[in-house]
């Protein structure tokens, strides 16, 4: 059966789209910890990041990368931060966190609730900035 993730690649699940290549798939987070809170996924379904190749691991990082780029200058933050997580959906993802304090990253604390067209609107800014 495909992941909630491979369904929005194929389109069959709405999302907030940022960026695609032929492997790779960039969208907001529908529960963000943070506004523009970005998760990246390769198209190919592996639940483990670690049980990518070589070659599909540092292709996915350097597509984050591109996405972080635009994230820092499409969202009023320091840094963007990054982790990986994976206990929920097991199709593997990276989270992109635009923050300006480490507390930006806190999993734990209540999710924000981000009104759709925000969502839309936050999505089409970090887009323009992908080079
Ligand atoms: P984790 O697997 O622990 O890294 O958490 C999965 C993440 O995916 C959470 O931050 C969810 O909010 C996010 N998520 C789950 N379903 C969707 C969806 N349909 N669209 C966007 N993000 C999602």
Do not use: W
């Amino acid at each position: 059966m495909s992941t909630i993730f491979s369904k929005i690649v194929a389109g069959e699940i709405p999302c907030y789209k940022i960026a695609e290549d032929d492997k790779h798939f960039a969208f907001l987070d529908i529960n963000p910890v943070a506004p523009g809170h970005t998760l990246v996924i390769p198209k190919k379904e592996v639940s483990y990041i670690f049980d990518l190749t070589d070659e599909e691991y540092t292709a996915l990082q350097l597509f984050a990368k591109k996405v972080a780029l635009a994230l820092k200058k499409a969202m009023p933050c320091e840094r963007i931060g990054v982790t990986v997580i994976g206990l929920e959906v097991p199709h593997t993802h990276i989270h992109l966190i635009p923050i300006t304090k480490e507390s930006d990253m806190n999993f734990s604390k209540p999710k924000l609730t981000v009104a759709p067209e925000e969502m839309t609107e936050i999505a089409n800014k970090i887009a323009k900035y992908i080079d």
